[in-house]
């Protein structure tokens, strides 16, 4: 599917726009699940993380990542990133946008802690990333183990080694999945509208356990 924000040739080579906002190339009220995005909070997951969320809707949406990337706001390069922590993104804009629950998105992001530091890398489950799942939990550096699949957890692409910064950019956007850097799978197929399955109960427990003992206590 085109995005609709593409309608305007003009508009998305940012001629309409003065030359003091370059990284605005989009219409922005376009942007929304009224014209057309869908997105359901059904597909999500406990303690599911902002970056899985937007893989999920990028998906559902045939977006390409770029586009995603600006919804994270105008002040934001979508190039350089922002990192998906409370405080720094802006909560209500995605809620208006992606229609999910301001408190599906809360918990979504890293919460600013000096006592429970997170990784700085995206670091995964490969069983969970096959089913198109990455969690908030998966980021904190005392957690080196899935709660549900306890497998240990991975930081770099098997393939090339690849670290790739844990920040909402155009580069995790483009490669959902993937490795940003070499594009190989991070262990399956993620996620799909086609083959959206709700997470075991066990793993549903088990996430939202470790959630409220680890991260929230
Ligand atoms: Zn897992
Ligand atoms: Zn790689």
């Not at 902002?50 to 990337?69: D, M, R």
């Amino acid at each position: 599917m085109q995005p609709a924000a593409f309608s305007s040739p003009l508009r998305s080579r940012g001629l309409l726009r003065p030359p003091s906002f370059p990284i605005l190339t989009l219409d922005e009220r376009k942007l929304t699940p009224s014209l057309g995005y869908v997105f359901n909070k059904k597909w999500l997951d406990p303690c599911e993380s902002l970056v899985s969320i937007l893989w999920k809707f990028e998906k559902a949406n045939a977006l390409p990542g770029h586009v995603v990337a600006r919804l994270m706001g105008p002040d934001i390069d979508p190039y350089e990133g922002i990192v998906p922590q409370l405080g720094l993104v802006d909560i209500v804009r995605l809620h208006e946008t992606l229609a999910v629950p301001v408190k599906m998105l809360r918990a979504a992001l890293l919460q600013p802690s000096q006592r429970r530091p997170y990784c700085s890398v995206f670091r995964h489950c490969r069983r969970c990333v096959a089913h198109g799942y990455h969690s908030v939990l998966h980021q904190i550096e005392s957690i080196s183990v899935c709660p549900a699949h306890r497998r240990p957890l991975e930081i770099a692409c098997r393939r090339c080694g690849y670290e790739a910064p844990y920040l909402v950019s155009v580069r995790l956007l483009e490669a959902p999945y993937r490795c940003a850097y070499c594009r190989a799978g991070y262990g399956g197929q993620g996620w799909s509208p086609n083959n959206a399955q709700p997470m075991k109960a066990e793993f549903r427990k088990a996430f939202t356990r470790q959630y409220f003992e680890r991260y929230i206590g």
